[in-house]
């Protein structure tokens, strides 16, 4: 049977992500990694792995029924994870909510069979790829903010060789 890569996460408004992708073009090198796409830059809630449609069907039936008050999202921190040669944008002091709503979505997955990472949630937009040499973070003098009011499921697609997210549903965070 066949399977999708599949992760909930959030989706950045259009502007949010024009904004973050100035930013990182005077914060870091040009030649240093591969910056993301602009329309990629999101925030991973919980990754499930390669399902098939049925798992797939039973994941999304249980985010439907959750019920969570949207969050606030300042995104004012920025770190380098050499191991994976990643670079993110992230968040000095996380949103219970997030936390919360992550939390609550990794325990379904896992009761589901999709294998967590033992490794702590660490709320991040990945901003760029293969970067592996050290390098110097810009001074923390920046601060983005967004209101989250929605949750969402995502197919991780490859095409050409590029990754592309591609939104598949939707639900609201309100009580
Ligand atoms: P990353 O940006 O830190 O690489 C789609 O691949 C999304 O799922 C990305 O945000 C990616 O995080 C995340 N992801 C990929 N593999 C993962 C894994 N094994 N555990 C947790 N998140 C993962």
Partial sequence: MQTRRLFFGLALPDALQQQIVSWRAQAFPADIGYPVAAANLHLTLAFLGDVHTEKATALSQLAARI???GFSLTLNDAGHWPRPGVVWLGTRQAP??????????????????CHQ???PFHPHITLLRGVTQPLSLPPRDFSFSCDITQFSLFQSMQTQGRTRYHL???WPLSE
Avoid: T
């Fill in 168 to 170: 598949l549903d939707s």
């Fill in 67 to 69: 019920r969570q008050p």
């Fill in 96 to 113: 219970r909510g997030l936390l919360q709503l992550a939390a609550l979505l990794r325990s379904q997955a896992a009761r589901n069979g």
């Fill in 117 to 119: 990472s033992p490794q």
